[in-house]
T-cell receptor, first 114, second 114 residues
Framework: KAGVTQTPRYLIKTRGQQVTLSCSPISGHRSVSWYQQTPGQGLQFLFEYFSETQRNKGNFPGRFSGRQFSNSRSEMNVSTLELGDSALYLC?????????????FGNGTRLTVT | AQSVTQLGSHVSVSEGALVLLRCNYSSSVPPYLFWYVQYPNQGLQLLLKYTSAATLVKGINGFEAEFKKSETSFHLTKPSAHMSDAAEYFCAVSEETSGSRLTFGEGTQLTVNP
């Protein structure tokens, strides 16, 4: 069974631009969540989607948004990029959002903002 | 809000020695606790999880963790370190309302010396 697939793996953008990251969950998984990983702040929860609905959102500005499609694939978008948005963005999927349902992570998209 | 604290950002052991990575949690309700491992340029892989079924939890690759409510701890151990165990390890706690919303510790980088 294929794992969580994130594209692209690496991305370089300029301040002020916007970016879209893509995530394909494991087949059969309907819950997708996103995390930002930086050396300074560590791993921080961005948002969670289930059945095309955002169930939870972390403490990030409105420039960060996401969506989920009917096939459970998800995208996240960051508008008006700032230098501080440089990070590894991780997507994780699970069968459902119940507590203790294990998360399966992709290898991430490394975003560099210059 | 729930939180986890990992004591020691760097731990170094010799091959064959005991591995002990410390994690303390803060939670007002019985928590769900996890340990994840991250290898360079990869996402996170679940090692084990505590969901109140048993206090001693066995995971993959010979790792185990013991939940101690009185000490609010969930330390990760492995009797004999292998070179392939060198990686970053994260302890995480699950939010009550969503299994996808994990709060992670700062991480512990494990180095295994030959």
């Amino acid at each position: 069974k294929a794992g969580v697939t994130q594209t692209p793996r690496y991305l370089i953008k300029t301040r002020g631009q916007q970016v879209t990251l893509s995530c394909s969950p494991i087949s059969g998984h309907r819950s997708v969540s996103w995390y930002q990983q930086t050396p300074g702040q560590g791993l921080q929860f961005l948002f969670e989607y289930f059945s095309e609905t955002q169930r939870n959102k972390g403490n990030f500005p409105g420039r960060f948004s996401g969506r989920q499609f009917s096939n459970s694939r998800s995208e996240m978008n960051v508008s008006t990029l700032e230098l501080g948005d440089s990070a590894l963005y991780l997507c994780a999927s699970s069968l459902a959002p119940e507590v203790a349902s294990p998360l399966h992570f992709g290898n991430g998209t490394r975003l560099t903002v210059t | 809000a729930q939180s986890v604290t990992q004591l020691g950002s760097h731990v170094s052991v010799s091959e064959g020695a005991l591995v002990l990575l410390r994690c303390n949690y803060s939670s007002s309700v019985p928590p769900y606790l996890f340990w994840y491992v991250q290898y360079p340029n990869q996402g996170l892989q679940l090692l084990l999880k505590y969901t109140s079924a048993a206090t001693l939890v066995k995971g993959i690759n010979g790792f185990e963790a013991e939940f101690k409510k009185s000490e609010t701890s969930f330390h990760l151990t492995k009797p004999s370190a292998h070179m392939s165990d060198a990686a970053e390890y994260f302890c995480a706690v699950s939010e009550e309302t969503s299994g996808s919303r994990l709060t992670f510790g700062e991480g512990t980088q494990l180095t295994v010396n030959p």
